[in-house]
């Protein structure tokens, strides 16, 4: 099956959000977060909650969908 | 012929320590990685790289995406060596890429950890995935990369 390219601004806000991440851990952590043009548009504790409401805020296919811890953990 | 998959670094505060007058950054290195699904692929996800572990660890709706064979239930151990900070997974094999922004790598098939909840990150570990790979590594000029193939 054909893997869809991700459009460059899916990439932009990947790296935006992981640039931003500190942020994010003090306002959302243990979250997942869906960002869409350089702005958190779902926060949530299950992924496939954050894209369904981010799909349905910005009508986006390919929104980057980010884990946020809470504090530094060793794994 | 091989391909490189760039990975990125990822300087944190310690908020906690930082409270304490104690200051170092906690490095983390990320790599990016697909999932083959039921009915495609799921888009991009930012992993943790972790070379102690031997498995990758996929949250609950994220692997419950994938096309996933299931093999076992099992128990997850961290760092505290006790019943009740041990974790309930399944494990099952699943088939994934790599990617950067401009590469993706063949099809992996990778047994791993299916935990029952989303409150964890992706870790990627070695079984099928840092194993097939050669990892390169220079956190002072900020470059990494692993290389497979």
């Given at each position: 099956?054909?893997?869809e ?50 799909r349905?805020?910005?009508g986006k296919r390919h929104i ?12 | ?42 888009d ?106």
């Amino acid at each position: 099956m054909e893997r869809e390219k991700m459009p460059s601004e899916f990439w932009e806000d990947q790296e935006w959000a992981l640039d931003h991440y500190e942020k994010w851990m003090k306002e959302y952590p243990y979250h997942w977060i869906a960002v869409v043009n350089k702005e958190v548009v779902a926060a949530e504790k299950d992924p496939e909650k954050a894209r369904k409401v981010a799909r349905e805020k910005t009508g986006k296919r390919h929104i980057p969908i980010v884990y946020i811890e809470g504090h530094i953990h060793v794994y | 012929m091989s391909i490189r998959i760039d990975l990125y670094f990822k300087e944190f505060e310690n908020p906690d320590l930082l409270e304490k007058g104690v200051v170092f950054p906690a490095i983390r290195l990320f790599t990016q990685i697909r999932f083959k699904t039921r009915k495609g692929w799921t888009d991009a996800y930012l992993a943790i790289l972790d070379t102690g572990a031997p498995t990758c660890v996929l949250p609950l709706k994220i692997w419950s995406e994938c096309d996933v064979v299931l093999l076992a239930d099992h128990t997850l151990r961290g760092i505290i060596p006790k019943e009740e900070c041990s974790l309930p997974v399944l494990v099952g094999k699943i088939t994934c890429v790599l990617v950067d922004k401009e590469r993706e790598s063949d099809e992996l098939e990778a047994i791993a950890y299916l935990a029952m909840t989303n409150d964890v990150p992706i870790l990627i570990g070695f079984q099928g995935l840092l194993e097939v790979t050669r990892l390169y590594m220079d956190y002072r000029n900020k470059r990494a990369f692993l290389e497979i193939g």
